[in-house]
């Protein structure tokens, strides 16, 4: 889907079709997408202790993306006039070579992670599998069932939260730096703190997910996110919105590989997909929404309010976790009360 995405694109910027355009950008936007699933397999393959660290290699792997990709743009706009070519259209057409590479790496991956998954005990003799749900009890797998589930609610959530404030923000630090008369090179400067917040530390992230435990990565990962917005949105130097579209990108690689790495932990193997795909869902179309809602709300209001939502949007996990912790102190309280009774 990728591949005949990106023909589509470079096509449609030859023949100046902004219809091709747009479909080719949708069918090239569902091929990353199933792309990204390859997380799901990073779950799958390695110990529940292990896998927020694969998960944070695995994330690891877009920040050389971002190192190709500048080279691909320069070399196609270095060889277009010679080729009688758009330099716009041309990087896409050149994006085949990499999509068909990575299409050959997956097709030498034997067995099916999937399958390691299932079988995690004959991959890792000293690990001792937890008894298996009865045969055909993952039919009865639905997102309404799944989201019963409070952590994993929690983790839909926060990665929701995450890539929504992400996603006003990365709108807001062009508009807030040009606002305030600072060049295309240093806004350029400023998104790439933010693209190395996002993928530089997700390895030692991971591994602090790992040791620690999901929830103690995940929810300071939305708090920073929001620290990162009101810097953006509320400060005026170059240095302070550049650090907060950095802590932007750092909450949300937190809370994502974290909430990945809760879902993994709580669903089996052979429903995993379908939970980690609903929450890239959930997580999509909050993206969408709030990129869809920033332009109008800047022209109509301004910059701080669209900060405001920012802001806003990274609260609902951090008050749904309060109120979950509220409501288990009296439980906790009960149960220290009949302790001390039975000794």
């Not at 779950?43 to 896998?51: A, E, G, Q």
């Not at 990087?91 to 399958?115: C, H, N, Q, T, Y």
């Amino acid at each position: 889907l990728a591949l005949v995405g990106a023909v589509m694109v470079g096509l449609s910027i030859r023949v100046h079709s902004f219809p091709l355009l747009l479909g080719g950008m949708l069918v090239f936007g569902m091929g990353m997408n199933a792309s990204q699933q390859l997380r799901v397999a990073a779950t799958d393959m390695f110990l529940p202790h292990m896998r927020a660290q694969a998960l944070g290699y695995i994330s690891m792997g877009a920040l050389v993306g971002l190192v190709i990709s500048p080279l691909v743009v320069k070399a196609a706009e270095a060889v277009a006039p010679g080729l009688g070519q758009e330099p716009l259209s041309l990087p896409w057409l050149m994006l085949p070579v990499l999509i068909v590479s990575g299409m050959i790496l997956i097709a030498f991956v034997r067995p099916d992670p999937k399958e390691i998954g299932m079988h995690l005990e004959r991959y890792y003799p000293d690990y001792t599998p937890l008894p298996r749900p009865p045969t055909g009890q993952s039919a009865n797998f639905s997102a309404r069932i799944m989201l019963r589930d409070v952590p994993i609610r929690l983790a839909i959530v926060s990665n929701c939260a995450a890539q929504g404030n992400m996603s006003i923000v990365m709108v807001l630090t062009s508009l807030v730096l040009s606002h305030h008369g600072y060049s295309l090179g240093a806004i350029a400067f400023s998104h790439m703190f933010h693209s190395a917040g996002m993928f530089a530390f997700t390895i030692p992230l991971g591994k602090l997910a790992d040791r620690f435990g999901r929830t103690k990565v995940m929810f300071p990962g939305v708090a920073t996110a929001l620290i990162g917005a009101a810097l953006v949105a509320f400060t005026k130097s170059f240095l302070s919105v550049t650090l907060g579209t950095f802590l932007v990108g750092l909450g949300w690689a937190a809370a994502n590989v974290a909430a990945t790495a809760l879902i993994a932990d709580h669903v089996e193997t052979a429903e995993r997909g379908r939970a980690i795909g609903i929450n890239e869902s959930c997580s999509g179309a909050t993206s969408v929404v709030m990129a869809m809602v920033t332009g109008p709300l800047i022209q109509w209001s301004g910059l701080p309010t669209a900060g405001w939502v920012a802001v806003l949007v990274s609260v609902p996990p951090l008050a749904m976790l309060l109120t979950f912790r509220l409501k288990e102190r009296p439980a906790r309280r009960k149960t220290a009360a009949i302790l001390s009774e039975t000794r």
